[in-house]
Every structure is written in C-alpha cells, then in structure tokens.
C-alpha cells in the first residue's frame, strides 16, 4: 500500500494561497490521490481526489505531477475557518486484494494567521 | 438529512465494562467504517462493513466486534473495555458506486476507559 508524507505543520496568512504539499513516491498507476481535513473536535472531511489530471472544485485545487510522486492541494484564498489538519491519502487494498480503505497519515496541521 | 450521527458523544468506562457505539446514515450508503483517532497517530480502520449483514476487519480489529443487521446501523461493541481502548471513534459512510471514494464522516464519540 501506497504511504504518503507530509510536512507536520505549516502556516498561512489569511487571504493568501494555502499549498500543501504530499510525497506519494511509491503510488501505484490506479491508485488515487485523496485529500481530507479535519477541523478540531470535528470527524474529517472530504476535499477533493484525483488520479492524474488537476482537479478542482469550490473548496480546492489539486496539482498532480505528471509522474504522480507527488501532489498539491491549494486553497486560494485562505481563511481563518480552513485552519485545520489535512489528510493526503492513498487508497489501499484489503486483505483481499480489493481497494477499499484509505490509508491515514498524521497530515499537515494548517494555522491561517489573521 | 442528518448525515451521519453517533451516540453517545462521550462516554467514561470501567475497565472491563462493555458498550456498544453507535452510527447511523441516513443517505442509504452501502459502505460503513469505524476508524479510531489516538494522539500523534493517524485514523486507524477498525471494521467495516460493504453491505447489510456483512463486517470485515480493519487494521486494529481487536478487541472490538461489529454488526450491521440494517443498512443504515452499523454497531461497535466493546466487551471488555480496556485502558488502551481509550480514544475518539469516529464512524463513515459512503455510496458503492459513484463519486470517488468519498467517506462522510460522523462527529465522534469520546470515549476514556479508567
């Protein structure tokens, strides 16, 4: 099963661009790419996935490099509510080979600063 | 739609004791899971279940046991609560088809066992 790696923690000044990068260098070629955040106290919720294309939509962007080793997800205007931990997953497989659950990390903790 | 509840949001044990979690979806998803969040670690998948009447094991299916008699219940019991049973449980629902792999989540339940 595929793992990711995140940076622990970054920081992002409200209004910006938020980038959050992933390291998924041993993704296999149908496995996706998902992105979760979790506000505190909160269960997590989902963002965005893709595979190979860029993908967006009214929360985030995600940029997927061509050999797939790595994304970014990008909020573009941050705010202070967006402040969270966020998940990069792969999709793994069961003990019977079939793909069924995600495989969670300990993700990136956002601060958006005011 | 109320999405995905749990009861009780928090509970304290005896070690020992035993207590049944609950999660119910009202969005008629096949698929439910239940993930346990510790410090410092990332969701772990304890069951999960593709269908009415079916339940497979996670990653940390120990000391737990599940049932799913309804398609919109999915149960996580604990028999003999222990101290290393302490931490969030959160359970998740998603469709078997459409979409990707998009796991709603419910709020949590808080559980400490002394």
């Known amino acids: 099963d595929a793992k990711t790696t995140q940076p622990p923690s970054m920081d992002c000044a409200e209004g910006r661009a938020a980038n959050l990068p992933c390291n998924h260098s041993t993704i296999s070629g149908n496995e996706y790419v998902y992105w979760y955040r979790q506000i505190h106290s909160q269960g997590p919720q989902y963002i965005i996935h893709g595979l190979k294309n860029n993908e967006t939509n009214e929360m985030a962007s995600l940029i997927i490099t061509e050999d797939r080793k790595s994304s970014t997800l990008i909020l573009p205007h941050a705010t202070l509510r967006d402040t969270a931990v966020y998940y990069c997953i792969v999709r793994g497989r069961d003990n019977a080979g079939n793909n069924r659950k995600l495989i969670w990390g300990l993700g990136t903790s956002l601060a958006v600063n005011p | 739609n109320a999405g995905v509840t749990q009861t009780p949001k928090f509970r304290v044990l005896k070690t020992g004791q035993s207590m049944t979690l609950l999660c119910a979806q009202d969005m008629n998803h096949e698929y439910m899971y239940w993930y346990r969040q510790d410090p410092g670690m990332g969701l772990r998948l304890i069951h999960y279940?593709?269908?009415?009447?079916?339940?497979a094991k996670g990653e940390v299916p120990d000391g737990y046991n599940v049932s799913r008699l309804k398609k919109q219940n999915f149960l996580l019991g604990l028999e003999s609560a222990a101290p290393s049973q302490t931490s969030v449980y959160f359970c998740?629902?998603?469709?078997?088809?459409?979409?990707?792999?998009?796991?709603?989540f419910g709020p949590g339940t808080r559980l400490t066992v002394l």
């Open positions: 998740a629902s998603r469709p078997s088809s459409g979409g990707g792999n998009e796991q709603f």
């Open positions: 279940s593709v269908g009415e009447g079916t339940t």
